[in-house]
């Protein structure tokens, strides 16, 4: 097999233990990337204020426990903030940015064009003039810093939902708080890492068009997409650690890898052996019900 030279990667949020449902994501991660000949990545995305360095540990010992092994060493989001403020700024010179001074109640509650899809940012604070943001300013509200986007809609091709079309609007760079906005890090975080293959849970299907147009602004290559079905509970709803015995810790890892990989359709319960017998194209392509016990 001749080895890509690029990357595939698992990048958790170490605000609660993996449940199941997520090593089963990490574990697609890693067997897409090794089918393809990639390096494996690890990121630990650190900058939200509910991570937690035990939480960490626990995630990456779980994920060795089922098999995971990874490229170099293990990245962390809050070492390497500089090369946030690096894009930002980037991007200011070139005019495609501005303060926002927008609490999420206001952009709820504003006007919007027929059709603007929920949620998405009504344009507000885009061509506020001076004396507007210096009264906004005053108000003692910090700003937050957002992309001034030339396009409302963006394609990207994903290998298990073809081609798919999503909205863009002027998406947060970074809070009031300073911090760097999730769209913004996992972007440029990919593209330092020379990530080239992303696979994630298809709850995130809809945020890969304002990625792949915020990483195009920043003159980075568009990386492949595979966005594998989530593991719901018995009433349909994403996986939480309230549904019961969902982690390592509650069901014992070989237990953890029959499951996984009864649920995938192999006979096999390693990761080696499933890499051997990994194909895209036989994913399942609905959620899996998971019930404990």
Not at 94 to 109: A, H, K, N, V, W
Not at 137 to 148: I, Q, Y
Not at 182 to 211: E, H, T
Request: some cysteine.
């Amino acid at each position: 097999m001749s080895r890509s030279p690029g990357a595939g990667r698992f990048a958790p949020s170490p605000s609660a233990d993996l449940h199941i449902g997520n090593l089963r994501t990490a574990m697609l991660a890693w067997l897409f990337a090794r089918a393809t000949g990639r390096r494996f990545v690890l990121r630990v995305e650190d900058l939200d204020d509910r991570a937690s360095a035990d939480v960490a540990g626990r995630q990456l010992a779980d994920l060795e426990a089922v098999g995971l092994d990874w490229d170099g060493p293990t990245r962390y989001q809050g070492a390497h903030l500089s090369r946030y403020d690096d894009a930002i700024a980037g991007l200011s010179e070139r005019g495609l940015t501005f303060e926002c001074y927008c609490s999420r109640r206001d952009i709820q509650s504003a006007p919007r064009a027929p059709h603007a899809p929920a949620g998405a940012y009504p344009g507000t604070c885009r061509e506020l003039t001076p004396a507007e943001r210096e009264q906004r300013r005053a108000a003692g509200r910090p700003p937050a810093l957002r992309l001034r986007a030339a396009v409302t809609e963006y394609t990207v091709t994903d290998v298990l939902h073809g081609s798919y079309t999503g909205v863009v609007d002027d998406l947060v760079l970074r809070r009031g708080d300073g911090v760097p906005a999730y769209n913004l890090a996992v972007v440029v975080d990919d593209a330092a890492d020379g990530i080239d293959q992303v696979v994630r849970g298809d709850d995130l299907l809809s945020s890969s068009p304002r990625q792949a147009y915020l990483g195009a602004l920043l003159r980075f290559s568009t990386p492949s997409y595979a966005h594998v079905p989530l593991v719901l509970n018995h009433e349909g709803k994403r996986l939480a650690k309230r549904d019961g015995a969902v982690t390592l810790a509650d069901i014992g890892v070989e237990r953890a890898l029959r499951q996984i990989a009864d649920s995938l359709g192999y006979r096999a319960a390693t990761l080696p052996d499933m890499l051997a017998e990994f194909d895209p194209g036989r994913l399942p392509r609905a959620p899996w019900i998971y019930r404990p016990g």
